[in-house]
């Protein structure tokens, strides 16, 4: 699986992200880091890319697109460190990777993980 870091996450989780055999990259080593979240998703889609995020937006503009592709992972942890990330990733993976190839948003905090198959569409 192929992710896309935005810029809320640390750049530390692509190393834990890569010793699963996925591979990742962050908009900071590709010096994006100011690129609008709407172009984000765009790159994601493009590269065939998971967004890892820690901004609801991206639920919010998926559900619009009406898009099936790219998912989107998002980090609604009190606690952002890496190791933290990372740790709510691998359960994540665990659970939801299936849905994620297919399509889907994935929230997780410290206690749940919710998916939502894409497309969202308005009645839910």
């Known amino acids: ?3 896309l870091i935005d810029m809320g996450i ?3 989780v692509c190393a834990f992200i890569r010793s699963l055999g996925d591979e990742a990259v962050h908009l ?3 010096g994006l880091g ?3 979240d709407s172009a984000i998703l765009e790159k994601a889609r493009d590269e065939g ?3 890892l995020a820690h901004d609801l937006e991206f639920g919010d ?3 619009a697109s009406g898009d099936d592709l790219p998912s ?3 980090f609604r942890l009190r606690n952002m460190r890496p190791e933290r990330v990372s740790n709510a990733l691998d359960r994540v993976l665990a659970q939801c990777r299936g849905a994620l190839e297919k399509g889907a948003v994935v929230s997780v905090d410290e206690v749940s993980i919710r ?3 894409l497309p969202i569409n308005a009645a839910g």
């Open 1 to 3: 699986m192929k992710f």
């Open 10 to 12: 640390s750049p530390d």
């Open 28 to 30: 900071q080593e590709e």
């Open 34 to 36: 100011t690129l609008l």
């Open 49 to 51: 890319r998971v967004v």
């Open 61 to 63: 503009l998926l559900a």
């Open 72 to 74: 989107a992972v998002i």
């Open 115 to 117: 998916t939502r198959p």
